[in-house]
């Protein structure tokens, strides 16, 4: 699994939170990433089950304190 120069996300995972931080949504992500809209929800699923949190906006928060993602 290619985890990047990072911790605990895909490249992938990363990529879809990057996005989600810019506000876009389900089905931006999914056209930009040429990738399903429920592959898109996957990845964030997977990512709150990474991180033991409940939501999206949780999950974003974690994410920045940890520096896996920059806002």
Same mark, same amino acid.
């Given at each position: 699994m290619d985890r990047g120069s990072? &911790?605990?996300l895909? %490249?992938?995972e990363r990529e879809v939170f990057e996005l989600l931080?810019?506000?876009k949504t389900t089905k931006e992500i999914a056209a930009q990433l040429f990738i399903s809209e429920k592959t898109v929800?996957?990845?964030i699923s997977n990512t709150m089950q990474k991180l033991g949190v %409940? &939501?999206?906006s949780q999950a974003v928060i974690e994410l920045i304190k940890l520096g896996e993602i920059k806002i």
């Open positions: 990072r &911790g605990m895909t %490249k992938r931080v810019q506000d929800r996957n990845h %409940k &939501g999206r």
